[in-house]
């Protein structure tokens, strides 16, 4: 017998809002740019074998686990996004996906390290370094975090996205 992949409880319930979500964002949006930053993937890495148990996730003083049992009112519980999903419910509501990559790509994109090298003496200059490792690094948030551009009538190419264009993993 094969198991069936489905998706968590928490992970569906928080899909099935993406649509009108988006639709709404999209009927206040005459013309501009949307970012959207979240942990996420594209739909064949969201719903990959290896994903077998879903993508709930709990947070309790800045360690991630797999169980929301525990630490119950004091955690925060979260799932992860379906970043196709999410494009595929601003095409629907007449926006385009502009942009689609890595946090740390996007962040390095944006002159991250620009900012850290502009701060004031050694310890404000380690500090911010501090921060970027946490934002760009692999095992941090650099690559689980993604994001997404949704532009309308923009005319132009969002910044940020210039080091790494996942949209055709959407």
């Known amino acids: 017998m094969s198991a069936k992949r489905t998706p968590s409880a928490a992970g569906s319930a928080a899909s099935v809002r993406v649509e009108p979500w988006i639709a709404s964002l999209g009927a206040c949006l005459e013309r501009g740019l949307i970012l ?3 942990y996420g993937l594209p739909r064949s890495h969201y719903y990959h074998p290896q994903r077998m148990s879903g993508t709930l996730r709990a ?12 630490n119950l009112g004091v955690q925060d519980i979260t799932a992860w996004v379906d970043f196709t999903r999410v494009a595929e419910a601003a095409l629907a509501a007449g ?6 990559c890595t946090q740390a790509a996007f962040l390095l994109a944006t002159g991250i390290e620009r900012l850290v090298a502009e701060a004031d003496g050694i310890v404000e200059q380690t500090r911010r370094a501090g921060e970027a490792r946490r934002l760009l690094l692999p095992g941090e948030m650099g690559e689980a975090f993604k994001v997404m551009a949704l532009t309308r009538d923009y005319g132009a190419s969002p910044g940020g996205f210039a080091l ?4 055709h993993s959407l």
Do not use: N, V, W
Request: charged content about 30%.
């Open 36 to 38: 959207l930053f979240d």
């Open 59 to 70: 947070h309790f003083k800045q360690r991630a686990h797999d169980d929301p049992y525990i």
């Open 164 to 167: 790494q264009d996942l949209r």
């Open 95 to 100: 926006l385009e996906t502009s942009g689609f």
